[in-house]
């Protein structure tokens, strides 16, 4: 596996397991803290060491997005839709949607202009400015979601 492929899964590795918590996904999967840490460690060491996939199954059934799964369709090009029937979907409609998107979109922002005043962006400010990016992923499928409830 290249070692930007590797990086890139490993990144999206970690960010399930703060999306779902260290302690909790710990007990959920039956791994220890520390080896939830390796298997998104960019130490050399670790470089070849990856989630199972049963791992991450578990770990997705209780996250708010699926990091991995997200993280290996981008790799393929795919992109990913939830069900009508999709798990704590919350009504409000298209609206809404906009709503929540306007207001992604302005943190964003608000977090990007904070990256640049110095000239560049950190890789704390990076990851920031990811989390945001995917924020503003899930609100666009909800919001296609809504749309094709309306569209019938």
């Given amino acids: 596996m290249s070692g930007t492929v590797g990086s890139y899964l490993k990144k999206h590795t970690e960010a399930l397991v703060k999306d779902v918590g260290i302690e909790a996904a710990a007990e959920l999967c039956g791994k220890s803290k520390a080896t939830l840490g390796r298997y998104y460690s960019a130490d050399a060491d670790h470089a070849d060491r990856f989630m199972p996939i049963d791992v991450v199954a ?3 059934g209780a996250s708010r997005f699926p990091h ?53 962006i950190s890789i704390n400010e990076a990851k920031r400015l990811l989390a945001e990016t995917l924020a503003i992923q899930k609100v666009l499928i909800d919001m296609k979601l809504s749309l094709e409830q309306e569209a019938g």
């Fill in 58 to 60: 578990a770990l997705e």
């Fill in 68 to 120: 991995v799964t997200a993280a290996l369709a981008d790799l393929r090009g795919i992109t990913l839709s939830y069900d009508e029937d999709r798990r704590n979907a919350k009504a409000g409609g298209i609206n809404s949607d906009v709503v929540a998107l306007s207001q992604r979109f302005a943190m964003l922002m608000g977090e990007y202009n904070q990256s640049i005043e110095d000239g560049k």
